[in-house]
């Protein structure tokens, strides 16, 4: 069964960090590009952050670019989102998805499909 998980979502104050984590199973991990996505009550999915688990190249919204960092450990098959210096715009469910095709610019254009999407984790920031 293919499962991408989102955890490590909370309630965190503003300026204060975070660390997601999306664990994959029931594909090969490292053929794949895997981002991070949100979407806040009312707005348009967001594409953050995305990685290619088998170079580990990244690329990056301009929203989170300097404040989130992304990486990934093949042998967990996780990968990770840092997130520090949280606004309360940040609010948000915070999603990961994975696309075999998709290079990490197309993937967090949401210009394709995605192979998979996890659940969610819900992240508020209070002011």
């Known amino acids: 069964e293919v499962q991408l998980v989102e955890s490590g979502g909370g309630l965190v104050q503003a300026g204060g960090s975070l660390r997601l984590s999306c664990a994959a199973s029931?594909?090969?991990?490292?053929?794949?590009?895997i981002g991070w996505f949100r979407q806040a009550p009312g707005k348009e999915r967001e594409g953050l952050s995305c990685?290619?688990?088998?170079?580990?190249?990244?690329y990056y919204a301009d929203s989170v670019k300097g404040r989130f960092t992304i990486s990934r450990d093949n042998a967990k098959n996780t990968v990770y989102l840092q997130m520090h210096s949280l606004k309360p715009e940040d609010t948000a469910v915070y999603y990961c998805?994975?696309?075999?095709?998709?290079?990490?610019?197309?993937?967090?254009?949401?210009?394709?499909?995605?192979?998979?999407w996890g659940q969610g984790t819900q992240v508020t920031v209070s002011s």
């Open positions: 998805a994975a696309d075999l095709w998709a290079t990490v610019q197309e993937l967090c254009a949401m210009n394709l499909g995605y192979d998979y």
């Open positions: 990685i290619s688990v088998s170079d580990g190249s990244t």
């Open positions: 029931g594909f090969t991990f490292d053929d794949y590009a």
